[in-house]
C-alpha cells in the first residue's frame, strides 16, 4: 500500500491553467528554471489566442487539440512526454482510466507530478493507495483537490486529459526562441483551432470574434472577464519574453515595443471591470474603450507578426516543411 | 537480460496497409478471426482515399497514423497507445528508448507491436543480449533484425509504434453502423494534415488522379504502387459491404457499386501491365477512374440514405461519435 | 414526423362530422396527397383509431365514437412548454450524451414542432411504430415479470428462444433489452430493431441475482462518491446519517457516502460520531481544518 506526496510542487493560477501545470511540474522535478513568462513563451502557450463568439469561459481553454498543443510545448523544451485523453462516453474509458491511473502512479514515483483536467488543467502531486486517491493541485487554495481512482478523468465536460513528463535534451536557447517565434506564427494564422467547429477563433481571427461580441452586447459576463484577464496576462508575457529574447535577435525589438505598447494601453486593470454580485463583469461604460483597445492591439500584433516571420524565413525549418504523420489533430 | 520471440507472429503484405500489420497481431493475439477484409472495412482504413497530386508512392500512407490507427483499434474495441515524431527532432532518442521499452513490454505480454520501417512492420521478438527487435515486413524475408539504436532510422523522417494492449467487447452491429458513418466522413472530408495544395482526399482525390494522368506530372513507377494499394483497399471494401448486405439486404446496391469500383481498378492494374509509362492508356485509364468514382459516389449515397438518421445527428461533423 | 396538429385537425374534423379526406387534409396544410395518406395511416396503424371511410361522403369517420386520441391533446400552454424544455435540452452542449437529446426530440414532437422552426440542431428520429410498439410490450412484461417469446434475426442466423427481460436501455445509436437466458444461465443484450415479433408469455420469472448486463461499461460513467468510516454515537435508524447515505460495517461502525468534502467536513464538526477511521486524507483535512480554528482562537496570526 504505498503512498506518494511531492512536496516543493507550486502550482498557483496566473497564466493559462496548463502552463501554470506545466511551471509546477517542471521546475518541482528541476526540468526547467526560470520565470514563468519565459516558460509560457518557449512552450507556445503564452501567443495562444482563443474566444467563443459568445466569449463563453471555456474560450481560453479552447485553443485546439490539447494533446497536440501540449505536446508540442514539451517538444519546443525537449522534454519527453506522453498525454492520453478522450471522451468518457467512450466505451473504452474505464480500460484507458485504469491504465492512465498506473502511469501517473509511477511518474510520481519518479518524483515527476502530472498534468491532469480537472477542469481546469491542475497538478496531480500525489497518490495513496489505501484511500486509493490522488493529491490535485488547482492553483487556487492551498488545500489540494481529493480524486478518487475510480474518478479519475471524470468530470462535468466530456473529455479527459493527464500529461507526463520524462527525460530532457538539451535545445539551444537560440533554436528554442526560434521555435517559439514560429508557434506563434502558427496560431497567428489558425483561425479556427478545432474545425468543423467555427464557433471559436483562434489567433489573428480571434480579434474579431472578441470585437463583435463586445460591440453586439451578447456575451457571456464572466467568460468576458476571463478571455479579458488572459488576454491581458497572455501579453504581457509575451512582452517581457521578447525583451528578453531581442538580446538573441536584436530584430525582435521592434515586436517588443509593439507589446509594449499593448501593454501601456492595459494598464489599469480596474478600468475595465467592476465588481458585481460577488463577481467581475465588464464595465459597460469602458466597452468602447476596450473595443478601441483591442483594434489597435490586433494592428501592433499584425506588425509583430510581420517581424517574427521576417526572422523566421532566414533559418531553415525541417519540422514545419515536412507533412507529418500525427497531429494538427487528435483521434475524434 | 530477457528474449523473446513470439511463435507463429507473421506478416503478408495485400494493401501494404496499417491493415496488413494490425491483422497480424489481432489475429496472434487472438482477438479476431475477421479476415483482413472485415478488419479493413470495421476500422474504417479500407475507406480511406488520399493521393499527393504527382501520385508519389508514400500516398497510401499519408495520413495522421496516431490519430487514424488509434480509431482504427479503437473503433474494433481495441485499446491501444502509439507515438510518433520526426526523427530529425532533438528529443528523438528520449522517444527511441520509450518506444523499445514499450515494444519489449509488449511482447513480454505475447503481444506484437506495430512500427514504421518506412512501412508499417510488426515486432514480433527482441534480444537484450544483441540489442535488437525481430520484425517482419511482410516481404517474405521471414522475421528480420533491427538493432534498438536504428528503430525510427528511416527513409522516410517519421518514427512511429503502436501498442494494442487489451480488448473490449462492442456489439458488432454498432462497429458496422460505425464504420458506415465512418466511410462517408472519410469520402466527403479532406484530411486536415494534408496540405490541399498538394494532396486530395476521397472524391477529390478521384479528380486529382485524373487530372495527373492528364497531364502527365507523375512517375508511373510509384503511381503504379499506389494504384495496387487502394485496388486491393477497394476490393476489400467491396467484400467487407458485401457482408453487411447479407445482414441488411438494402445495402446489396451499394456492395454492387463497390464492387464496380474495385473491378475498375483492377482493369487499372491490366492496363498499367500492358502500358507501365501509363501515357499511350491515359485516356482509358481516365476512363475507369471516373468509373470507379461513379460508382463509388453511389454506393456512398446509398449508405447515406441507409444511415440517414444518425447522419442528421451529428449535424456537422458526421465522423464524431 | 412532426405532423401531430395535422392529426389533431383531422381528427376534429372527424369528430364535427364533416368526414374529412386525404385531399382535405392536403389541402389544408399544403402537403402532398401522399404525405396527407401517410398521416391518414399513422392515424389509423399507430394511433390505432377506428379509422372507417364512408363512401358515401368521400371522408373519413370513426367507427367507434367514444374514441380519443391518447395523450395527444394538449394545450397551446403545454405546447409551450415543452417546446421551451426541448430547446433547452437540444441546446444542452454539443458533446451531450444521447439520452438527453432523445428527450429534447421527444418533447418536441409532443410540442408539434415544425421541422426547420426553431427545431434547429434537435436530433431527429425515425419514430419507427413497430420499435415503439415493440418496446411498450417490452416494458409491460419487464414489469410483470414475465417471460418474453422472442423471434430474433442477427448475424448469427434466425432464431426463437424465451428470455426473460429486465431492463430496456439505449447505447450510443440503438436501443436493446437486457434479457436473462434461462438455459443460457447468463444476462446479455438484445437489438430491439433485430426482434422480427414476440409474444408475452403467462409465464413468471425470478430474477435472483443481478447478473452482468454486457455493454453496459459503455455507459458514460458516473462519479463515485467518496465513503468514509465512522464510528457514529449511536445506532442508526435507517439507511442515511444526515441525509448522507449509511451502510453498517460491524461494532458501531458505519460507511458513509459523500461527494462534497467541504460540507461533509462541515458536518462532522457538528459532532454525533465517536470515531473517523477513514479515509486518511478527510482525517487529515479535518486536523488541518481544526488546527486553523485552534489558531485564530488562540488569537495566533
Known sequence: ?332 | MAKTILKDLRMTTESRSYIDAMHAVLTHAGWTSCSKAMLAGMTVTGFRFAVHRHLTAESPTAYNWVAENFLAADFMGVTASSSAGFAFHPTFPLYRQEAVAEIKASLDRGIGAVFWKDCFAVAAGYDDEEGILYYDDGSGHGLQRLPYGEFGQNRSPYWYYQILEDTVELDPIEIYKESLMQAIYKWETHDRMLPEADYACGSKAYDAIKQALHGGAFDPVQAGEVFECYAAAKRDVGEYIGVLASLWPQLEPAAQAYRKTAQAFLDVLGLIAEDPSMKRQARNLVRLFDEAQRAEQEAIGLIKSFMHERIRNRFDHVGLR | MSNMHRIHWFDQRIRGGHYPSSRDLALQFEISRRQAQRDIEYLAVSLRAPLVYIAKHRGYGYEDKTYMLPHLYMTEEEKSVLKFLARKYGEYSTDAPSGVQRVAHLLGRFAGEEEGEGAGRLPYFDADPRLIHISGQLAFAIEQRRTVHLHYRSENGEFREDVCPVRLLSRYNADYVAAYQEHEGKTRLYRLDAIESLHVTNRMFEINEAGDVPFVKGRPPAIQPFTARLRLDRELQGEAWHGYPARPAGDGFYDIDFYDDDAFLQQLTLGGWLNLVSPKWLKTKLRNRCGQILKCLDGEE
Open chain 1, 1 to 332: 500500500m504505498a503512498e506518494v506526496i511531492l512536496r516543493g510542487l507550486e502550482m498557483k493560477r496566473e497564466s493559462k491553467s496548463f502552463t501554470d501545470s506545466l511551471y509546477a511540474v517542471l521546475t518541482g522535478a528541476g526540468l526547467f528554471s526560470g520565470p514563468k513568462y519565459r516558460l509560457s513563451a518557449l512552450s507556445g502557450m503564452a501567443f495562444i489566442f482563443s474566444v467563443h463568439e459568445r466569449l463563453l469561459p471555456l474560450s481560453v481553454t479552447a485553443y485546439g487539440e490539447w494533446g497536440t498543443v501540449h505536446k508540442r510545448a514539451a517538444d519546443s523544451l525537449g522534454i519527453f512526454t506522453v498525454t492520453d485523453a478522450g471522451r468518457t462516453r467512450h466505451p473504452t474509458f474505464k480500460k484507458y482510466q485504469q491504465d492512465a491511473v498506473k502511469w501517473i502512479k509511477s511518474s510520481l514515483d519518479r518524483g515527476l507530478g502530472a498534468v491532469y483536467w480537472l477542469p481546469e488543467f491542475g497538478v496531480i502531486h500525489g497518490y495513496d493507495d489505501a484511500d486509493r486517491i490522488f493529491y490535485v493541485q488547482d492553483g487556487y487554495s492551498a488545500e489540494s483537490k481529493i480524486v478518487l481512482y475510480d474518478n479519475f478523468g471524470i468530470n462535468f465536460t466530456p473529455f479527459w486529459y493527464a500529461q507526463m513528463f520524462g527525460g530532457k535534451v538539451d535545445i539551444g536557447e537560440k533554436d528554442m526562441v526560434l521555435e517559439a517565434l514560429r508557434m506563434a506564427l502558427d496560431d497567428w494564422e489558425t483561425p479556427h483551432p478545432v474545425p468543423p467547429n467555427r464557433s471559436i477563433a483562434s489567433g489573428r481571427k480571434a480579434y474579431s470574434y472578441f470585437i463583435h461580441a463586445l460591440e453586439q452586447g451578447d456575451f457571456d459576463s464572466f467568460g468576458a472577464v476571463y478571455v479579458w484577464d488572459a488576454f491581458r496576462g497572455s501579453r504581457t508575457e509575451i512582452m517581457y519574453f521578447l525583451q528578453e529574447a531581442s538580446l538573441m535577435f536584436p530584430g525582435l525589438q521592434e515586436a517588443a515595443a509593439c507589446y509594449e505598447q499593448l501593454a501601456g494601453m492595459m494598464e489599469q486593470p480596474e478600468r475595465w471591470t467592476v465588481s458585481a454580485n460577488g463577481g467581475r463583469t465588464l464595465s459597460q461604460e469602458s466597452i468602447p474603450a476596450l473595443i478601441g483597445v483591442l483594434k489597435e492591439a490586433e494592428k501592433l500584433e499584425e506588425r509583430a507578426m510581420g517581424v517574427f516571420r521576417s526572422i523566421s524565413v532566414q533559418y531553415p525549418d525541417l519540422k514545419r516543411s515536412t507533412v507529418p504523420r500525427w497531429g494538427l489533430h487528435t483521434a475524434r
